[in-house]
């Protein structure tokens, strides 16, 4: 991590769990493309496909913070014609834990959602 990287991270980044991981999988579409990178590497037409309503500039950004999170890496394909391919590092396939806690968790609020109806 270069010196202005260190200086441009949040307050909390190297002392606090919580703030360490919202820093990094924070947002709307984080998770979202993470979850997505679980199943397997995507092509980015591929991935903005599956994450849904989110526009290329902005899955370019989400895309480039977690590559320097170290939760993303980048690949180009050298081949007719070139692609770039994205996939989890080992660090970002260890968020599937958070995700499943997640996913627990949105299926018991939507049961109840249903059982409140």
């Not at 919202?22 to 980015?44: A, D, H, M, Q, T």
């Not at 950004?61 to 170290?70: H, P, S, T």
């Not at 806690?101 to 299926?107: A, C, I, N, R």
Request: charged share 25%; aromatic share 6%.
């Amino acid at each position: 991590m270069t010196e202005q990287n260190v200086i441009d991270k949040p307050e909390g980044y190297f002392t606090c769990p919580v703030r360490r991981t919202l820093s990094v999988v924070g947002g709307k579409w984080k998770l979202l493309i993470i979850n997505e990178l679980l199943v397997s590497p995507l092509r980015f037409n591929e991935l903005k496909r599956r994450v849904g309503k989110i526009s290329q500039r902005l899955l370019t950004a989400q895309l480039r913070a977690l590559e320097e999170d170290g939760i993303v890496t980048r690949e180009v394909k050298n081949i007719m014609p070139p692609h770039v391919e994205y996939k989890l590092t080992t660090q970002g396939q260890s968020i599937s834990e958070v995700i499943e806690v997640l996913t627990t968790w949105g299926e018991k609020a939507i049961e109840q959602d249903t059982l409140q109806q």
